[in-house]
């Protein structure tokens, strides 16, 4: 049986109505399962006790130096374990949240991707990362969680379904609340995932990563650019733009020496000229069994300079977050 936050809430609606409930009690279920808990009246009170939240137990935890991080290490009741990821900002948190258990994709810098594919995370299972760091937040007298990141463990557009059902839960404003556009989904450049969200139609923000700027240099660190190389998924970006009336963010993780020169900023800048995209740099975060290393901070602001100057488009500079216990982009890999 799927766990209690699996259900969206029109799904809950029609297991209520099932069950001989009327529907209108679905809005006091999903307030009392996200916000506060309330008492439910008998029939709907055994309704939830008949269903299960996700079981998790926390195995790690994990603060960065500066304390704005906080990385968890959750297992499941199967014994698979994802990371989670908290980061606090001017007091406001953003969670980064994982959608597989290892990862398909095989990105050469990447520790998760190192780890192999072992299975897809539930939609429920991805709501419960949300409620544990808000709960985890009230517990600091802290706001809830204002911005969500699928950047975690895994492809989250490779688990599509789960995926689109555990955000329109996390985005519900009569439950947890955080708007579509305060969600961001981070891809590899899944093609087909790119074009089934720009027909869902939800309004999240799309994050691609693109790191080379011709199919050589991009196979050579993303594998599965043989199956969905630069030109089709620059199309799919665009259509993705055009149909959500929203730019794609291009994610640019800088290795030295690899694709950090002028030469590759000018190329990217081409590539992109006239695209309605924002480009986010990377430097890279160091991951075990990859010899690659960040480029210095002078060198990131020309590879930025030459970007803006060549293309005329936005380029910011990701800010660094809890590398020193492994929490950065990359380094996830339980
Ligand atoms: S970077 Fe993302 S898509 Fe690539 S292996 Fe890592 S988790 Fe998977």
Redesign the pocket.
Known sequence: MDSLYDFTFSRLEDSLRDAGIKALHAKEVYRAIYKVSGILVPAVQAWVDQRQPVETTVVRDIASSDGETRKFLLRFADGQEIETVLMGYRGRSTACISSQVG?A???VF?A??KMGFTRHLSAGEMVTQIKFLNTHLASEGKEPLRNVVMMG???PLHNFKELMTGLEIISDPRGIGIAPSRISIST?GHIPGIQKLAEAGKGYQLSV?LHGASDDERGAL?PVNKRWPIADLLEACRAYSEKTERKVLIAWTLIEGANDSDDHATRLAELLKGRQVHVNLIPLNPTEGFDGHPPSEERVLEFQRVIKETAEIPVTVRQRRGIDVGAGC?QLAG
């Open positions: 990862c994709m095989g990105c990447c998760t991707g463990m895994g492809e590899v990563s993303i990359g």
